[in-house]
T-cell receptor
Framework: TQLLEQSPQFLSIQEGENLTVYCNSS?????LQWYRQEPGEGPVLLVT?????EVKKLKRLTFQFGDARKDSSLHITAAQPGDTGLYLC????????????FGKGTKLSVIP | EAQVTQNPRYLITVTGKKLTVTCSQN?????MSWYRQDPGLGLRQIYY???????DKGDVPEGYKVSRKEKRNFPLILESPSPNQTSLYFC?????????????FGSGTQLSVL
């Protein structure tokens, strides 16, 4: 099983601050996804990145896939309390792969 | 509404008492999967099913069974639960499970085995 390491594990910041969450692996992934999970609910997909070097923006969230397709980052600008949650990265190892490997997650708390 | 439905949401049982957690999706998805989520360990895949004819083990299949008799349902069976199976379980589905597809998750089943 390919591993995805997420950092930091926990992050507590004030409203309005910026933050970056990292997702790293020694393995190449054909695609990488970011999910957000709120307490009592299942994860919800935020974005999928497929091409090395790809950057996608979702309002105040910016996602980047590393050139070598081994790492990814999630940057949040001007965090808001509504951004609070568990952020998970997940990767498919290859074309036709049916197994999605998840990182352990980053628990984000945004304090008003 | 398109959704993945798991039941029950909460379950407390005792060691050795067989149980089934049901999962149903109304999106006509081919691919379905079960995960367990534990603090410090993240989401780990138990079993997955590419279609009604193919089911395969994930990373942590020991102690679990699954069944895919029809496309919409994918129950998780614990024949003889043990305390180390206390966990939060999620069922998920996607159109055909290939890379890049969106995975739809259920709301989870919190299982406690005493």
């Amino acid at each position: 099983t390919q591993l995805l390491e997420q950092s930091p594990q926990f992050l507590s910041i004030q409203e309005g601050e910026n933050l970056t969450v990292y997702c790293n692996s020694s393995s190449v992934f054909s695609s990488l996804q970011w999910y957000r999970q709120e307490p009592g609910e299942g994860p919800v997909l935020l974005v999928t990145v497929v091409t090395g070097g790809e950057v996608k923006k979702l309002k105040r969230l910016t996602f980047q896939f590393g050139d070598a397709r081994k790492d990814s980052s999630l940057h949040i600008t001007a965090a808001q309390p509504g951004d609070t949650g568990l952020y998970l990265c997940a990767g498919y190892s290859g074309a036709g792969s049916y197994q999605l490997t998840f990182g352990k997650g980053t628990k984000l708390s945004v304090i008003p | 509404e398109a959704q993945v439905t798991q039941n029950p949401r909460y379950l407390i049982t005792v060691t050795g008492k067989k149980l089934t957690v049901t999962c149903s999706q109304n999106m006509n998805h081919e691919y379905m999967s079960w995960y367990r989520q534990d603090p410090g360990l993240g989401l780990r895949q138990i079993y997955y099913s590419m279609n009604v004819e193919v089911t395969d083990k994930g990373d942590v299949p020991e102690g679990y069974k699954v069944s895919r008799k029809e496309k919409r349902n994918f129950p998780l069976i614990l024949e003889s639960p043990s305390p180390n199976q206390t966990s939060l379980y999620f069922c998920a589905s996607s159109p055909d499970g290939t890379y890049g597809e969106k995975l739809f998750f259920g709301s989870g089943t919190q299982l406690s085995v005493l």
